[in-house]
């Protein structure tokens, strides 16, 4: 029997609208974010793929996405797991720092190796820096070698697959429709996975907010057919869009 799972990239944030290296800082949905999420669960409802159960980062851009897309979808009422394995890439020393600032002072080559490099981190975070995380509440139950100060992908996808095996695998065996509400590089990491992209071939890909994009997946859990986005217009034109950040 196949099994369905749906990923789905947070909207348009605050830190998005500015131009900012988000990472782990804890921003919220801007309005366009706010009215992307609503669509998305509007692309869920007409095309019938309800979720049963909710699978999001601890970050409040994922969450509040998952609501109000759950919402409109009138599936509010689902089981939800949140992880800290879900989160988007900690971009080290590069949060909060402004994107086309950042191309222009380190150059472009530089600047695509922090962003899409397979296995460069940035620069790592001091632990009493502005933007880092160390000692928020949320993540009291990290050990601290758990507890990243950088990350690159093949960081993102060590600590993300565990949490794939154990608790979304599990439900997807049950039966379950799952949504999975998470970002930009930690939705990277699982759809490399899932489509056995190369350590090169990923530089190229990138996610759009807030458009679903559904998998069907065999009893392996591999997929059955190309993942469909249920707006592929405005997916292809939301991915070229993220891969031009920093070139205004
Ligand atoms: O800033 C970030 O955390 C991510 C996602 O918004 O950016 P990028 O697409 O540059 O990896």
Known sequence: MPHTLVLLRHGNSEWNQKNLFTGWVDVR?????????????????????????LHTSVLTRAIQTANIALDVADRAWIDVRRSWRLNERHYGALQGLDKAETLEKYGPE??????RSFDVPPPPLDDDAEWSQVGDDRYANLYDDQMPRTECLKDVIARMLPYWESDIIPDLKAGKTVLVTAHGNSLRALVKHLDGISDDDIADLNIPTGIPLV??????????????????????AGAAAVAAQGKK
């Open 29 to 53: 949905l801007s309005e366009l974010g706010t009215s992307e999420a609503a669509r998305a669960g509007q692309l869920l409802l007409e095309s019938g793929v309800l979720p049963d159960v």
């Open 110 to 115: 530089q600047f695509q190796l922090w962003r």
């Open 215 to 236: 998998y069907e997946l065999d009893d392996e859990f591999r997929p059955t057919k190309p993942a469909e986005y249920l707006d592929p217009e405005a997916a292809a």
